[in-house]
C-alpha cells in the first residue's frame, strides 16, 4: 500500500459457505481462524491486533471467537458495514500492518443469515413495505435501469447467472454447485420482473480469516495487499446503494463503489485494465452488471456489450467470479468480503484447482453492503 510498509497475505481460513444447523456462529469462526493461523504458522501471542466483521451476531462477537480458542488479551475490533463488514475489518488490519502499528494481524468475518429475505433495522417500515430495502423489488427496479441505460437484457441478467452456477461447480465451498442453463434460469420462478429465482443469491452461513502481515506467509508465492478502501455514499438516486428516496434521479454524484475504486486504483498503482481476474457483488445478477460498470471494468453503460462479448467468463479476457460468486456461494455477510480475499489469494498463488484463472497476478475483491459502504480491495503478487 502506498505510503507505508508492504503488507501481505500471510495466511487463510474458510468455513464452507451454506446452511449449519449443528453449528453456532461462534463455531463457524473459529473453524476459518485456525486454518488461517495454521496457514501462517501464527500461534497464541502471534498477533498484534484483531478485526472481526459481522452484522447479525451481537455484541463482541469477535471476543466470543477469539476466547473460545484461548486467544484473547491484544485488542480485538468488532466492526459492521453490511456485507462490507469483512472489508471494512481488512481495511483496519491493512492500515496496522502498513502504519507499523502492528507487524501482524488477524482478521475475520462470519455470518450465521436468517433464512428467506434480508432485513435490516437500517430501514424504516415504510421502505420495506413499499420494497425500497434490500429486497428483490429493489434489486428488479436496479436492473430494469439497466436494461433501459446499458442495453442490459434478460438473456444478459440470465447469461451472468450460468456463468456463476458453472463457476461454483468447482468450488468446494459454494452452497450451491449445479449448472444451469439460459432456458433454465429464464424459466425458473420470476420473483420480481425481470429477476427470476436463480439470478438472485441466498442469505446463509459461513467464515473466513485472513492474517495480515509485514512479511510473507510460509505457504506459495507472496501475496500483497496493495489497496484496501472503504467508502460511503453520498445522497443521490432513489435506486443509489444507500438510503431509498433520498435524492432525485438526474444529475447524481459518484457511487461510493465508483469513489473506492478509484482510490483503490491510485493505491496501487494500477489501471483497471492491468486486472487478471475480479471478485465482485452479485447479490443478483444485475448487481455483477452494475459493479462491472462502476468499477470501471468497462465503459459506463457497456454493461450489456460486457456480458455479451464473454469478456467476465472464465476463459474471458477478465474472468470475473470465477469462485462462482454470491449466486453460487450464498451470502453470509460479515464472511462475504473476505471469502473473495481467500478466493483470491488461492488463485495468485496458484493453487484454485480447476477455477484456476491462468496467470493470475492482479486480483480484485469488491463488496457493497448498506449504510451504504462499498469495499474494494487489490491484490497482487
Not at 56 to 70: D, E, I, N
Not at 205 to 217: K, R
Not at 232 to 241: K, T
Request: neutral net charge.
Amino acid at each position: 500500500m502506498k505510503g507505508g510498509r508492504a503488507v501481505h497475505v500471510a495466511g487463510v481460513g474458510l468455513h464452507p459457505f451454506g446452511r449449519f444447523d449443528g453449528k453456532d456462529v461462534t463455531r463457524l469462526g473459529q473453524h476459518a481462524v485456525r486454518e488461517a493461523l495454521a496457514e501462517a504458522g501464527v500461534g497464541r501471542g502471534g498477533f498484534g491486533a484483531a478485526f472481526c466483521g459481522t452484522v447479525y451476531t451481537g455484541v463482541a462477537a469477535g471476543h466470543k471467537v477469539l476466547s473460545g480458542l484461548g486467544l484473547s488479551g491484544v485488542p480485538i475490533v468488532n466492526v459492521e458495514a453490511g456485507c462490507a463488514s469483512g472489508g471494512a475489518a481488512l481495511s483496519l488490519g491493512a492500515a496496522a500492518i502498513a502504519s507499523g502499528q502492528h507487524d501482524r494481524v488477524l482478521v475475520f468475518g462470519m455470518e450465521k443469515m436468517p433464512r428467506g429475505i434480508i432485513r435490516s433495522s437500517f430501514f424504516p417500515p415504510w421502505c420495506e413495505e413499499a420494497g425500497l430495502s434490500p429486497a428483490p423489488a429493489y434489486f428488479a427496479l436496479r436492473a430494469r435501469r439497466l436494461m433501459l441505460e446499458s442495453g442490459v437484457t434478460r438473456e444478459h441478467l440470465a447469461r451472468v447467472s450460468v456463468k456463476n452456477h458453472a463457476n461454483g461447480v468447482d468450488n468446494p465451498f459454494a452452497m450451491f454447485r449445479k449448472p444451469f442453463t439460459t432456458e433454465q434460469v429464464l424459466a425458473s420462478q420470476v420473483v420480481c420482473d425481470p429477476l427470476t429465482l436463480y439470478m438472485l443469491c441466498s442469505p446463509n452461513e459461513g467464515a473466513a480469516a485472513v492474517v495480515l502481515s509485514c512479511e510473507p506467509g510460509p505457504v506459495g508465492p507472496p501475496v500483497r495487499v496493495l489497496a484496501s478502501v472503504l467508502r460511503s455514499h453520498r445522497p443521490g438516486s432513489v435506486l443509489g446503494e444507500h438510503t431509498p428516496m433520498s435524492g432525485l434521479p438526474g444529475a447524481e454524484p459518484p457511487t461510493p463503489t465508483e469513489t473506492a475504486a478509484r482510490e483503490a486504483w491510485e493505491q496501487a498503482g494500477i489501471d483497471p485494465r492491468d486486472l487478471d481476474l475480479a471478485e465482485v457483488q452479485d447479490t443478483d445478477s444485475g448487481r455483477e452488471i452494475l459493479s462491472v460498470e462502476e468499477l470501471g471494468l468497462c465503459e459506463r453503460g457497456g454493461g450489456g456489450r460486457f456480458v455479451e462479448d464473454g469478456v467476465g467468463e472464465r476463459t474471458g479476457r477478465l474472468p470475473v467470479n470465477p469462485s462462482g460468486g454470491l449466486l453460487s456461494k450464498g451470502e453470509p455477510l460479515g464472511a462475504s468480503a473476505l471469502g473473495q480475499v481467500v478466493e483470491l489469494a488461492w488463485q495468485l498463488r496458484g493453487s484454485a484447482g480447476p477455477r484456476q484463472v491462468e496467470g493470475a497476478r492482479l486480483a480484485l475483491g469488491h463488496t457493497v453492503g448498506r449504510g451504504a459502504n462499498a469495499s474494494v480491495v487489490v491484490l497482487g503478487r
